[in-house]
């Protein structure tokens, strides 16, 4: 019986504390589509070109992959960006891919870490400049998050825990 509730224990434990990591559906996102723009999605990674937005509420989000490319060029200077909770950080531009020859240039697959997990807002955007040709896009995929463990969790461990000790007391008894 007590070996029985030990292994109950553990396993409660193991299930609170390996809170395992889920992908969030890009497609639960709102989108706003601007000016010559389009989102499409393809197994989990969304693709925001011209002017376009996608944007959610995440909880405990921990990471997110983009990739920024563009064909255009100086001085049209599109630029891709995540807003969070309402400040914007610029992921890449024209400008600092730089002009190429072929015109054409990407940044690859990044990946965004957050340091403290992030909830609240988060937005995706790629934005034309200076006038509404040659698309840009910004892809997404990966949106990565750790939930909490529930509640009602912590009550079955902090229950087998207590019974664990009552267990034990009686014995020794
Ligand atoms: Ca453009």
Redo the contacts with the bound molecule.
């Keep these: 019986m007590k070996k029985l509730l030990s292994i109950l224990a553990l396993s409660a434990l193991f299930a609170a504390s390996s809170a395992r990591a889920t992908l969030i559906d890009l497609t639960e996102f709102d989108q706003t589509i601007g000016t010559n723009g389009a989102i499409t999605f393809d197994a989990g990674t969304a693709f925001l070109s011209?002017t376009a937005t996608l944007t959610g509420d995440v909880v405990n989000l921990t990471s997110f992959a983009w990739n920024f490319s563009?064909p255009?060029y100086l001085p049209?200077d599109?630029y891709a960006w995540v807003r969070l909770a309402g400040t914007p950080y610029t992921l890449s531009s024209?400008g600092s891919l730089g002009n190429t020859d072929d015109n054409s240039s990407t940044t690859g697959w990044q990946t965004y870490s957050f340091d403290t997990p992030f909830t609240g807002t988060i937005q995706f955007g790629v934005a034309?400049?200076?006038?509404?040709?040659?698309?840009?896009t910004l892809a997404v995929r990966d949106v990565v998050s750790t939930p909490v463990p529930e509640p009602s969790t912590y009550g079955l461990l902090g229950g087998l825990v207590l019974l664990g000790l009552v267990l034990r007391r009686c014995r020794k008894a």
């Excluded at 034309?128 to 840009?136: G, L």
Aim: aromatic share 6%; hydrophobic share 35%.
């Design positions: 011209g563009t255009d049209f599109d024209v034309n400049r200076v006038d509404d040709d040659v698309a840009s």
